[in-house]
């Protein structure tokens, strides 16, 4: 019989002197080597679940949760917000003309106004906001139809876009500035408000256009060609999108820093929403004293400029009036969620602290029954 010998260093992976001037046959072992990471012996703590520990978690998740969205839900329900809805699908709605008889191709504007009445005062800033209903910006293709470089104010961008703006990327030979789908369908119905006094006078509201959109987007993201100055040379050469009446240079022509790709309405239509119905700001109302409410109780009459249909992919628009609080704007599912889950962890608290009590069977004394 042939004797083997063991050696522990070939076992852990460590061939032997004669092996190691053995050549190119020499076959090394696949085995880890003998460390404590590689063989798992790192020290490790597992907690161990018991009652002293269980039931005092779920009290604690409790008590802290409900209070906490008890605060949440009625900050948001100090939040007012007035919706209206101006589709036009009614038949009795001002807007029912305008729904039906206009089109991208329309050429003549159509105006309908919109009465409504506040039954409480809005205080302090009030934004107003744009909503469509069944319109899917989430949508992959129409997600990626964007030229990014372009919108940054790249020149080579700008006379040959990028592929994904297929196939809103060139018109009659030309390259279209901003190109693809998310541009080519922005939003262009003009939105104004009035206030009616006792006397029957329509007043004015002003509205601010500016300070809208995210920072980043408007100082980093987005930029003209050539600077702010002399856009109908910057973007000589270019079409508009298709369904524009006019091009990006002429979106607001009396503000050079509100103009082109810098247009702050164009660059919160380009942030995409997540869901099929969405809300986008279109404008604030900014509060001017501190004794009289930014929107007092009344009537009022919005004018709308109808450029946008919506009845073709039966979509919905509305408007929105809204104030915000620390958290935001109005959610109350945030604050139903905390006190949903507080109560549901301080119920099995409870069942389980029952159970615990009822059935709990051990014997703590040492002896040994029978």
Not at 232 to 250: D, I, L, M
Not at 316 to 325: A, D, E, G, Y
Request: charged share 20%; aromatic share 12%.
């Amino acid at each position: 019989m042939m004797a083997s010998s063991y050696n522990a260093k070939e076992e852990d992976g460590h061939n032997s002197g004669a092996s190691n001037n053995g050549g190119a046959g020499v076959v090394k072992s696949k085995k880890p080597d003998n460390t404590a990471f590689k063989q798992q012996r790192l020290p490790a703590w597992q907690p161990i679940l018991t009652a002293g520990t269980v039931l005092p978690a779920f009290f604690v998740i409790g008590l802290i949760f409900i209070p906490i969205g008890i605060g949440l839900f009625v900050s948001s329900n100090n939040i007012k917000e007035f919706e209206i809805d101006y589709t036009g699908v009614d038949i009795n709605n001002p807007c029912y003309n305008c729904a039906k008889n206009f089109s991208w191709n329309s050429t003549t504007p159509c105006v309908c106004s919109v009465p409504f009445t506040l039954e409480q005062p809005f205080e302090s800033n009030v934004f107003m906001y744009y909503g469509l209903s069944n319109f899917y910006q989430n949508h992959r293709r129409y997600v990626k139809s964007r030229d990014d470089s372009q919108l940054n104010g790249d020149q080579s961008a700008l006379k040959n876009p990028s592929k994904e703006c297929e196939p809103y990327r060139t018109s009659e030979g030309q390259p279209i500035a901003p190109c693809g789908a998310i541009a080519n369908s922005l939003f262009n119905d003009t939105l104004e408000l009035y206030h009616i006094d006792s006397n029957g006078t329509r007043n004015t509201i002003p509205l601010v256009k500016k300070g809208i959109a995210w920072w980043t987007d408007k100082h980093v993201k987005f930029r003209n060609p050539g600077g702010n100055n002399n856009l109908t040379v910057a973007f000589q050469g270019t079409s508009k999108p298709v369904n524009w009446r006019k091009p990006v240079y002429e979106l607001d022509p009396s503000d050079p820093e509100n103009n082109g790709f810098i247009n702050e309405d164009f660059i919160v239509w380009m942030r995409t929403a997540a869901l099929p119905t969405f809300r986008k700001l279109y404008r604030i109302i900014q509060k001017k004293s501190s004794t009289t409410p930014t929107l007092p109780s009344g009537k009022y009459l919005l004018e709308i400029t109808y450029n946008y249909p919506v009845l073709s992919f039966d979509g919905r628009k509305r408007m929105i009036l809204s104030t915000i609080s620390w958290m935001g704007g109005k959610n109350p599912f945030l604050g139903i969620a905390y006190i949903t889950v507080g109560s549901i962890c301080f119920f099995l608290g409870v069942v389980l602290l029952i159970i615990h009590h009822k059935y709990d069977t051990r014997n703590n004394s040492p002896d040994i029954p029978n």
